[in-house]
T-cell receptor, first 109, second 115 residues
Framework: GQNIDQPTEMTATEGAIVQINCTYQ??????LFWYQQHAGEAPTFLSY??LDGLEEKGRFSSFLSRSKGYSYLLLKELQMKDSASYLC??????????WGAGTKLIIKP | IAGITQAPTSQILAAGRRMTLRCTQD?????MYWYRQDLGLGLRLIHY???????GKGEVPDGYSVSRANTDDFPLTLASAVPSQTSVYFC??????????????FGPGTRLTVL
């Protein structure tokens, strides 16, 4: 079966760094996405990884290891507005997105 | 408009009633999708369309139907609503499925309650 695992909830302090992990088992792999979703809003695109390694985009970075079926999203210099859910999604061999349940990130002052 | 719109924003519906959720995009994207999002379960694909005139079933298609008469519109119909269909429904679109993975753009969602 296809499965994506992420922690349900994480708490971090404003100004700190947090790493959100995602592990996956899917039938085929054509890339991994991270989306951000604020409460009551739609998901919005953060990053896409298809090759192993780190992709950096400002305060956010995303890492992929295809051999380990593992990715993480790294958020630096946390701000209160980063409080949101972070969704990991993998594109399978049929190019359909398989979604994780999301990680709710709570930022404390 | 720019992006994806959905209507209605929210709806309370009696069980057994028929309901159509509307979705329109103006980005000329080929692919469109309908998801439902329930607490603790993440996004689940209901139906999708890779191009106008074609549709396919996702992970949870039972009780739902779709049509894709043109590029812009992708309505989702609940023929006879049941309480288990209470959820938040998101419509999304992408440039194209296949031949690489494409970012999906989401509409604002429809919050549906079936009593």
């Amino acid at each position: 079966g296809q499965n994506i695992d992420q922690p349900t909830e994480m708490t971090a302090t404003e100004g700190a760094i947090v790493q959100i992990n995602c592990t996956y088992q899917t039938s085929g792999f054509n890339g991994l996405f991270w989306y951000q979703q604020h409460a009551g809003e739609a998901p919005t695109f953060l990053s896409y990884n298809v090759l192993d390694g780190l992709e950096e985009k400002g305060r956010f970075s995303s890492f992929l290891s295809r051999s380990k079926g593992y990715s993480y999203l790294l958020l630096k210099e946390l701000q209160m507005k980063d409080s949101a859910s972070y969704l990991c999604a993998v594109t399978d061999s049929n190019y359909q997105l398989i979604w994780g349940a999301g990680t709710k990130l709570i930022i404390k002052p | 408009i720019a992006g994806i719109t959905q209507a209605p924003t929210s709806q309370i519906l009696a069980a057994g009633r028929r309901m159509t959720l509307r979705c329109t995009q103006d980005m000329r994207h080929n692919a469109m999708y309908w998801y439902r999002q329930d607490l603790g379960l993440g996004l689940r694909l209901i139906h999708y369309s890779n191009t106008a005139g074609t549709t396919g079933k996702g992970e949870v298609p039972d009780g739902y139907s779709v049509s894709r008469a043109n590029t812009d519109d992708f309505p989702l119909t609940l023929a006879s609503a049941v309480p288990s269909q209470t959820s938040v429904y998101f419509c999304a679109s992408s440039v194209s499925p296949g031949q690489g993975a494409w970012e999906q753009f989401f509409g604002p969602g429809t919050r549906l309650t079936v009593l």
